[in-house]
Nanobody, 115 residues
Framework: QVELVESGGGLAQPGGSLRLSCAAS????????MGWYRQAPGKQRELVAR???????NYADSVRGRFTVSRDNAKNTVYLQMNNLKPEDTAVYYC?????????WGQGTQVTVSS
């Protein structure tokens, strides 16, 4: 079992930046991959960015070059640095952790990009 606690969401202006953090506890030593998904109103949840224990990265095309995912294994924490934010980035962002075929989710944090 893994517990995920997110922080760092909020309101940003277009072109601004935010940094999300997600701390894992419990059976975190067995985590293979951690990352971020988002869900906007009326849309399906989608992958934003993901990093594996072997440092393989996956990014959605819509955020590549603007968002950076990183992981601090010593702190069992994954980060999402979001730069040059756009209104279409507005969504609830969920932290995700994978252990074998099991996926765990955080409670979600709202990111709103608006002037």
């Amino acid at each position: 079992q893994v517990e995920l606690v997110e922080s760092g969401g909020g309101l940003a202006q277009p072109g601004g930046s935010l940094r999300l953090s997600c701390a894992a506890s419990g059976s975190s030593r067995y985590i293979y991959a951690m990352g971020w998904y988002r869900q906007a109103p009326g849309k399906q949840r989608e992958l934003v960015a993901r990093i594996t224990s072997g440092n393989t990265f996956n990014y959605a095309d819509s955020v590549r070059g603007r968002f950076t995912v990183s992981r601090d294994n010593a702190k069992n924490t994954v980060y999402l640095q979001m730069n040059n934010l756009k209104p279409e980035d507005t969504a609830v962002y969920y932290c995700n952790a994978q252990i074998l075929s099991e996926f765990y989710w955080g409670q979600g944090t709202q990111v709103t990009v608006s002037s």
